[in-house]
C-alpha cells in the first residue's frame, strides 16, 4: 500500500501509522495506537527484568552447639528461601574455645547442607574466614 493511502486509513482510525521493519523492501509498517505499542513494550522489558534477577541473598545463622529443634527450624527456613528463589548464606560462627573444634561445626553445616540438597545447591562450600564458617547455597 502507498505511503499517503496507509496514513489516511491511519488517520480514519484515529491510530498511529508505526514504522516496523525499515530495512524491508518495501518498509513493513503497522496501524496501532503508539502508546499502547510502548506500554506493552515496557511490560515486557519489565517482566524479562525480573525472570533476570537471581534472587535476594537471605542468611541464616547457626551455632555449632544447635539443639536438634533448632537445626531443624533453620533447615525449613533454608528451605523457603530456596523454594522463593533466594540464595542462602549459611553463617556458623565459633564464640571462645569452640575454634579448637572446627569439626563440630562443620558436621552441622554439613547437616544443613544434606537436608537441602534435592531444592537447592551448593555455589560455594563451607569456608572459615575468620570465626565463621560461611556456604553459599542456590536453588535449583
Given at each position: 500500500?502507498?505511503?499517503?493511502?496507509?496514513?489516511?486509513?491511519?488517520?480514519?482510525?484515529?491510530?498511529?501509522?508505526?514504522?516496523?521493519s525499515?530495512?524491508?523492501?518495501?518498509?513493513?509498517?503497522?496501524?496501532s495506537?503508539?502508546?499502547?505499542?510502548?506500554?506493552?513494550?515496557?511490560?515486557?522489558?519489565?517482566?524479562?527484568?525480573?525472570?533476570?534477577?537471581?534472587?535476594?541473598?537471605?542468611?541464616?545463622?547457626?551455632?555449632?552447639k544447635?539443639?536438634?529443634?533448632?537445626?531443624?527450624?533453620?533447615?525449613?527456613?533454608?528451605?523457603?528461601?530456596?523454594?522463593?528463589?533466594?540464595?542462602?548464606?549459611?553463617?556458623?560462627?565459633?564464640?571462645?574455645?569452640?575454634?579448637?573444634?572446627?569439626?563440630?561445626?562443620?558436621?552441622?553445616?554439613?547437616?544443613?547442607?544434606?537436608?537441602?540438597?534435592?531444592?537447592?545447591?551448593?555455589?560455594?562450600?563451607?569456608?572459615?574466614?575468620?570465626?565463621?564458617?560461611?556456604?553459599?547455597?542456590?536453588?535449583?
Amino acid at each position: 500500500m502507498p505511503l499517503p493511502a496507509a496514513l489516511n486509513a491511519a488517520r480514519e482510525r484515529g491510530l498511529d501509522l508505526i514504522l516496523i521493519s525499515p530495512d524491508a523492501n518495501p518498509p513493513v509498517c503497522r496501524i496501532s495506537d503508539v502508546g499502547k505499542l510502548k506500554y506493552e513494550e515496557s511490560k515486557r522489558e519489565k517482566e524479562a527484568r525480573k525472570a533476570q534477577r537471581g534472587g535476594v541473598l537471605k542468611e541464616i545463622k547457626l551455632s555449632a552447639k544447635i539443639a536438634q529443634h533448632d537445626l531443624a527450624v533453620r533447615i525449613q527456613k533454608t528451605r523457603e528461601c530456596l523454594e522463593k528463589n533466594n540464595k542462602v548464606k549459611a553463617t556458623l560462627q565459633f564464640r571462645g574455645r569452640e575454634m579448637q573444634h572446627t569439626e563440630l561445626g562443620r558436621a552441622v553445616m554439613q547437616k544443613l547442607l544434606a537436608a537441602v540438597t534435592d531444592i537447592g545447591k551448593v555455589e560455594s562450600p563451607p569456608r572459615l574466614l575468620g570465626k565463621l564458617l560461611i556456604a553459599i547455597i542456590v536453588p535449583n
